[in-house]
C-alpha cells in the first residue's frame, strides 16, 4: 500500500506515548493522575442538558442540519454583542465549528496554497501548525518569549516574511503558555496585518476562564479588526460542552463565506439537537460561567501553591485551564522530565517540545481534576523525590 506524502509531517506524538503508559499503569493497578490533556471535567448546567436531552428526543431532529439555524446565528450574534460588545451580521458572519479543533484543521484549506507561508505562535496548541501543515502551507514560528510575557513580538518576524505570509494564527488567553495580551498589541497585530495583507485568526477559547478579577474580551473588539480576521470562539471550557464539539468561527465575511462553502462539502452541518443546546448555553442562566472560572482558579493555587511548597518554582497563570512551567534545573530535556514524572510519581504532564521549538524545558500542566487529585499530585511528585538534584 502507498500512502499520502503529507502524512510524513506527522508521526507517533508524545501524547501516544504517554497514554500507552497510562494503560500500562492501570492495568498494573498503579495510581495515575492525568494532568496532560486538557479534558474539561466540569459538566454543563442543567438547562444546557434539558435543552439536549428535550432536543434529542424529537425525532424529527434526526435529519441533516445542512446549515446552521437562523435561531444559532441571532443567538451568536447576540451573546457577541452582550459579552463582547462585538456586532455581527447573523448570517454572514458566523459560521459553527464541530469544535474548535475542526475549524483549525480545515480553515488553512479555504485561505491559503501548496508553499504559502503561514504564521503560528512558538510554542503553540499543535493544530495551529498541524492544520497549515496538511494544507501543504511552509510555518514560519512566531517565538513567544518568557522575556516578552510570552508576547509575539511583531518585530521579530523579517520583512521578506511578513511581505509573503498569508495567514497568520494568534491566541490570548493562551495555550500552553496561560499568558494574556495587552490591548497594545492588538491595535499593532491589526495594523501589521493591514500593512502586509495577512488574514489573522485569533482563537479566544479561554476569555471566560480570566483570574483575579481581570477580565479579557474579544480581539473582534478592537477597530479594524473584522477588516483583517476572524475569531474562533468554543463552548467546551466555559460551558462544559467539550464532547459536545461546539465552536464559532465569527468575523471577516470573506473568510467566515470561504469557510462555509468548504465545511458545505465536509460535513452536514451541526446535529440539530447540539445546536439547541448551544442556544441554551449562550442565552440562558450565565452563572455557571463565574462558578467554573472559580473552580479553575481555585485549583491554580492548589497546585502551583503545592508545587512551590516543594521548591519547584512556578509562576500561577493567569489565565486558561494550564499551567507553564521550567522544568527542574537538573534535567536536559521536558520529555526526560516527564516521562521520569510518570513512572515514579503516576502523575502525567506534557512536556513544552509537543508545542513547538520554543517550548523545550518548559512543561504543561492541565487544571482537569478535582482539588484532592490535585493535592495527591504534589504529595506523589514530593515522594518521589525527581524534584531533588
Same mark, same amino acid.
Given at each position: ?44 448546567? =442543567? ?86 501543515? /496538511? ?30 505570509? =498569508? ?46 478579577? =481581570? ?28 464532547? !459536545? ?17 468548504? =465545511?458545505?462539502?465536509?460535513?452536514? $452541518? ?7 443546546? !448551544? ?39 493567569? !489565565? ?24 515514579? !510519581? ?5 512536556? $513544552? ?5 520554543? $517550548? ?6 492541565? /487544571? ?22
Amino acid at each position: 500500500m502507498q500512502f499520502a506524502k503529507r502524512m510524513d509531517r506527522f508521526g507517533e506524538g508524545i501524547f501516544t506515548k504517554l497514554s500507552d503508559i497510562k494503560r500500562s499503569r492501570l492495568e498494573r493497578g498503579e495510581t495515575v493522575i492525568d494532568l496532560s490533556i486538557g479534558t474539561p471535567n466540569i459538566p454543563p448546567g =442543567k438547562h444546557i442538558i434539558e435543552a439536549l436531552c428535550s432536543a434529542a428526543a424529537d425525532e424529527r431532529n434526526y435529519v441533516y442540519a445542512l446549515s446552521d439555524q437562523s435561531a444559532l446565528q441571532e443567538a451568536v450574534s447576540d451573546w457577541y454583542r452582550e459579552r463582547y460588545e462585538v456586532e455581527l451580521n447573523s448570517k454572514t458572519e458566523i459560521c459553527s465549528l464541530l469544535g474548535s479543533q475542526e475549524g483549525l484543521a480545515h480553515i488553512s484549506l479555504s485561505i491559503v496554497d501548496e508553499g504559502d507561508i503561514v504564521l503560528v505562535p512558538d510554542p503553540c496548541y499543535p493544530v495551529f501548525a498541524d492544520g497549515p501543515l /496538511l494544507a501543504g502551507a511552509k510555518l514560519h514560528y512566531m517565538p513567544q518569549k518568557k522575556e516578552n510575557g510570552y508576547v509575539i513580538d511583531l518585530q521579530d518576524i523579517p520583512e521578506h516574511v511578513a511581505q509573503q505570509a =498569508k495567514l497568520m494564527l494568534v491566541s490570548y488567553p493562551n495555550n500552553p503558555t496561560s499568558a494574556m495580551a495587552p490591548d497594545s498589541f492588538y491595535v499593532d497585530l491589526i495594523a501589521f496585518a493591514k500593512k502586509y495583507d495577512i488574514i489573522v485568526l485569533h482563537d479566544n477559547a479561554y476569555s471566560e476562564l480570566v483570574f483575579d478579577g =481581570k477580565s479579557c474580551g474579544s480581539f473582534l473588539s478592537f477597530p479594524g479588526a473584522k477588516e483583517v480576521g476572524v475569531e474562533f470562539n468554543s463552548l467546551s471550557k466555559t460551558y462544559g460542552l467539550a464532547g !459536545a464539539r461546539i465552536g464559532f468561527c465569527v468575523g471577516n465575511e470573506q473568510v467566515v463565506s470561504r469557510l462555509k462553502i468548504l =465545511k458545505s462539502n465536509m460535513d452536514y $452541518g451541526m446535529f440539530l439537537p447540539i445546536q439547541q443546546a !448551544a442556544i441554551a448555553a449562550i442565552t440562558g442562566d450565565q452563572s455557571g460561567v463565574e462558578t467554573t472560572r472559580k473552580a479553575y482558579e481555585y485549583r491554580r493555587d492548589v497546585l502551583c501553591d503545592g508545587l512551590n511548597a516543594l521548591g519547584w518554582k512556578i509562576d500561577k497563570p493567569e !489565565a486558561t485551564m494550564f499551567v507553564w512551567a521550567a522544568i527542574p534545573s537538573h534535567y536536559d530535556t521536558s520529555e526526560d522530565f516527564v516521562m521520569d514524572l510518570v513512572t515514579q !510519581a503516576g502523575v502525567i504532564i506534557t512536556p $513544552g517540545s509537543a508545542f513547538g521549538p520554543s $517550548g523545550e524545558g518548559y512543561v504543561r500542566m492541565a /487544571l482537569v481534576q478535582e482539588e484532592e487529585n490535585l493535592k495527591q499530585a504534589v504529595e506523589a511528585v514530593r515522594q518521589s523525590g525527581i524534584l531533588e538534584v
